[in-house]
T-cell receptor
Framework: DSGVTQTPKHLITATGQRVTLRCSPR?????VYWYQQSLDQGLQFLIH???????AKGNILERFSAQQFPDLHSELNLSSLELGDSALYFC?????????????FGQGTRLTVV | AQTVTQSQPEMSVQEAETVTLSCTYD???????LFWYKQPPSRQMILVIR??????QNATENRFSVNFQKAAKSFSLKISDSQLGDAAMYFC?????????????FGPGTRLSVLP
């Protein structure tokens, strides 16, 4: 158990709909990262939050948005969903730099758009 | 921006044999961390091993070891006595140590098959 909790584990929704994926980082971790992984593909970096502030953006579509709340949990909002958005969405957390620490990954949310 | 390259999309190894997965990275920084992650069929991301750039000694974790060549910007993973459970996707990752809240940069991955 990595200590990172993602909900829900599975999500099936129709095209055009909007969903929210939730991530609770490990206790004390200030950074939250979101990644998208399509079938048999690598990890596509979406966005990084550090202590409530957006730190970096990757190839995140305009239909996608995220935020990190004061209690450090994060939500990834996906709207106007398309079939191609079907993927495994990972959240990861880590402490601030200065420690040789890895990113701790949640189990992922498997999104299926039908 | 930093980049991570894994030039071997797929590799295979015979059970009990040794295999080496390659990783190269591009950075102008001198202080950073490198990681190897394993993603088995369950798709959970699991840390295999980490290396601090300021350490000259190569990291080792049981059957897993790295060959860290800082000047060449190379970070290969050696798996000894391969087991069926080692079959997975392996990702190399880079993280800057310069500032707080730095991002992780992942390579495209190498799919490792272990043959009985």
């Amino acid at each position: 158990d990595s200590g990172v909790t993602q909900t829900p584990k599975h999500l099936i929704t129709a095209t055009g709909q909007r969903v929210t994926l939730r991530c609770s980082p490990r206790s004390g971790d200030l950074s939250v990262y979101w990644y998208q992984q399509s079938l048999d593909q690598g990890l596509q970096f979406l966005i990084h939050y550090y202590n409530g502030e957006e730190r970096a953006k990757g190839n995140i579509l305009e239909r996608f948005s995220a935020q990190q709340f004061p209690d450090l949990h994060s939500e990834l909002n996906l709207s106007s969903l398309e079939l191609g958005d079907s993927a495994l969405y990972f959240c990861a957390s880590s402490v601030a730099t200065g420690f040789s620490t890895e990113a701790f990954f949640g189990q992922g949310t498997r999104l299926t758009v039908v | 921006a930093q980049t991570v390259t894994q030039s071997q999309p797929e590799m295979s190894v015979q059970e009990a044999e040794t295999v080496t997965l390659s990783c190269t990275y591009d950075t102008s920084e001198s202080d950073y961390y490198l990681f190897w992650y394993k993603q088995p069929p369950s798709r959970q991301m699991i840390l295999v091993i980490r290396q601090e750039a300021y350490k000259q000694q190569n990291a080792t974790e049981n059957r897993f070891s790295v060959n860290f060549q800082k000047a060449a910007k190379s970070f290969s993973l050696k798996i000894s006595d391969s087991q069926l459970g080692d079959a997975a996707m392996y990702f190399c990752a880079y993280r800057s140590a310069l500032n707080y809240g730095q991002n992780f940069v992942f390579g495209p991955g190498t799919r490792l098959s272990v043959l009985p």
